[in-house]
């Protein structure tokens, strides 16, 4: 998400990515590899980024937290239509019925 980020910065202003790689002072292959995710960038490079555009830090950062915010939320459903499986199924031992639209 971060190297999207990157990317997305360069190429709104019209930047190569050799171009790009020599005004920040970093290898090109160094600016590919954050582009295309495959290394995570510092800190203090994004910084370098955010100060050098004029943006603030957050602007790298924040799908990332959505991301996690979501991710959270989704997985809390989950464990909350597990956990009435769970205690569905305990009932099945007692020879209750199940109760089924809780399954849904």
């Known amino acids: 998400m971060i190297g999207n980020k990157i990317r997305t910065l360069?190429?709104?202003n019209g930047i190569s990515q050799?171009?790009?790689?020599?005004?920040?002072?970093i290898a090109y292959g160094t600016l590919q590899s954050?582009?295309?995710g495959t290394t995570k960038p510092k800190t203090d490079f994004i910084?370098?980024?955010?100060?050098k555009?004029?943006?603030?830090v957050n602007y790298f950062y924040?799908?990332?937290r959505q991301y996690v915010v979501n991710m959270s939320s989704k997985s809390s459903s989950k464990n909350k239509k597990l956990s009435s499986i769970v205690r569905q199924?305990?009932?099945l031992s007692s020879n209750k019925p199940l109760?089924?639209?809780n399954l849904k």
Do not use: H, M
């Open 10 to 12: 360069r190429e709104e």
């Open 18 to 25: 050799k171009e790009f790689a020599k005004e920040l002072g």
């Open 34 to 36: 954050y582009e295309y």
């Open 47 to 51: 910084e370098q980024l955010a100060k």
């Open 53 to 56: 555009f004029k943006i603030d």
């Open 62 to 64: 924040d799908d990332c």
């Open 89 to 91: 199924s305990q009932n």
């Open 99 to 101: 109760n089924t639209p």
